[in-house]
C-alpha cells in the first residue's frame, strides 16, 4: 500500500511540474508568437455615385501675399467661382480614385470640403509652401443610405512646388491642379480598399505624387 501510495504522490509532482514548466514556457513566449488582435478586413467597395459640397461659408481670398487668410485659396484655375473649381478638382478626383476600386460593394462617396488652400502666385513663385486640403468624407450604402464608413475628417496636405521647381514641373504639365487631383484620387482610393483608410506620412504632409494613371495632366 505504501509503495502504491508514493506512485501516486509521483505522479501527482511530475503533473504538477508539467503544468508548471507549460504555464513558464507560455509567459516566456517570444512577442511573435504570442496571440495577436484581430486586424480589421479591408474594404470591398465599388463607386456608384458621388456627392461633393464646398461650402459657401467657407472665406474665399483672392489677395497675392505668401500666406493670405481664407478658407479657399486657389489660383490653378482662371478668375472664376471658387467653389464650384474645388467642387469639380474634388468630383475628378473621386472619379478617378474610385474608379480603380474594384471591390463588391456599390458605395456613395460623399465629401464636404473645409479647407482648400493651395499657394498664391506670389507663394509659387519664390518659396514654395504646403497645399492645405481638409474635407470629411463618407461612405453609404446608395439604397438605403446607411453609412458603411465615416464620417472622417481628413487632412491631406500636399507639398506645394516653389520658385524653379514649380516651372520646372509645370514644364513637365505638372501643375497644382494635376498633382493635387492626383493626390487626392489616391486618398480617395485608400479610403475605398485599405482598412485604415489614408493614412498621412510622419509630418502630415505628403512631399511626392504617385500618378494613378497617365492621362494628360489638368
Known amino acids: 500500500m505504501k509503495h502504491v501510495r508514493l506512485i501516486a504522490a509521483m505522479v501527482l509532482g511530475m ?5 508548471s514548466s507549460v504555464d513558464t514556457a507560455t ?3 517570444p512577442y511573435e508568437n504570442a496571440p495577436t488582435q484581430a486586424v480589421a478586413p479591408a474594404p470591398s467597395f465599388q463607386l456608384a455615385g458621388m456627392s461633393v459640397s464646398v461650402p459657401t461659408t467657407l472665406k474665399v481670398s483672392e489677395s497675392n501675399r505668401y500666406y493670405p487668410g481664407g478658407d479657399i485659396v ?10 464650384e473649381q474645388v467642387k469639380a478638382i474634388f468630383e475628378d478626383s473621386i472619379a478617378l480614385g474610385g ?9 456613395n462617396v460623399f465629401i464636404e470640403v473645409t479647407r ?16 492645405s486640403l481638409e ?8 439604397l438605403t443610405g446607411v453609412v458603411l464608413r465615416g464620417p472622417k475628417e481628413i487632412k491631406a496636405s500636399l507639398v506645394g512646388y516653389g520658385g524653379e521647381k514649380a516651372l520646372q514641373a509645370e514644364a513637365r504639365g505638372l501643375t497644382q491642379k494635376y498633382r493635387i487631383t492626383q493626390h487626392l484620387a489616391r486618398v480617395v482610393l485608400d479610403e475605398m480598399t485599405k482598412s485604415k483608410g489614408f493614412v498621412a506620412p510622419k509630418g502630415g504632409v505628403t512631399a511626392s505624387v504617385m500618378p494613378l494613371t497617365s492621362v494628360r495632366p489638368l
Open 15 to 19: 503533473s504538477a511540474a508539467a503544468c
Open 27 to 29: 509567459r516566456n513566449a
Open 74 to 83: 486657389w489660383r490653378g484655375d482662371a478668375y472664376g467661382n471658387r467653389y
Open 99 to 107: 474608379g480603380l476600386a474594384e471591390g463588391e460593394i456599390p458605395v
Open 116 to 131: 482648400f488652400h493651395a499657394l498664391t502666385e506670389k507663394t509659387r513663385y519664390s518659396v514654395g509652401g504646403v497645399h
Open 135 to 142: 474635407f470629411t468624407m463618407t461612405i453609404t450604402d446608395p
